[in-house]
């Protein structure tokens, strides 16, 4: 099943998930020895470039809807899926499950991989840590918790199944 994200509730997405920090060296304490889980180009980009290698990384090839100039190549698996802007659709809820799983893993997006946070959150198993950028500011470190989770639970049921 696919799920869209009504326009109304956009505005839930626009806050940092979890803290921000101003870039990955000033995260580093946060997530390291932990199981990494990347969304974004730029974010994973800047783990590989720091030589940290995600459990499981989701790009989409684009950087606040451009195309994204730091190629990201990862020596793992990959899955492809597609997932339009504003949607998550069951394929890329199952690839980030199965990857999380399996790991690691390298999720390529055709279209936009910016809501698989959610998911991620929601499979993530506690004490992993979900990144991605927030555009302008730095990246989102979210350590994975029951509360962490329940935040990701009521952001998923703002969705419609389509």
């Excluded at 990144?131 to 969705?159: C, H, M, S």
Aim: negative net charge; proline residues 8%; aromatic residues 6%.
């Amino acid at each position: 099943m696919d799920y869209a994200l009504p326009d109304e509730c956009r505005k839930y997405f626009r806050d940092p998930f979890g803290p921000l920090f101003p870039d990955i060296a000033a995260a580093m304490n946060v997530f390291a020895g932990r199981m990494i889980i990347a969304v974004g180009d730029v974010v994973t980009h800047n783990l590989v470039s720091a030589g940290i290698l995600p459990d499981v990384a989701v790009i989409d090839g684009s950087t606040m809807r451009e195309p994204c100039e730091r190629v990201v190549d990862l020596p793992v698996p990959e899955i492809g899926v597609s997932n339009p802007a504003g949607m998550l659709t069951g394929a890329l809820i199952r690839a980030v499950e199965d990857a999380i799983d399996a790991g690691p893993c390298l999720i390529r997006v055709d279209g936009e991989e910016d809501l698989a946070v959610v998911p991620a959150v929601r499979a993530a198993p506690d004490g992993a840590c979900v990144l991605y950028g927030q555009p302008g500011e730095g990246v989102v470190v979210i350590t994975v918790d029951k509360n962490a989770r329940d935040k990701a639970d009521w952001l998923f049921g703002l969705f419609a199944a389509e």
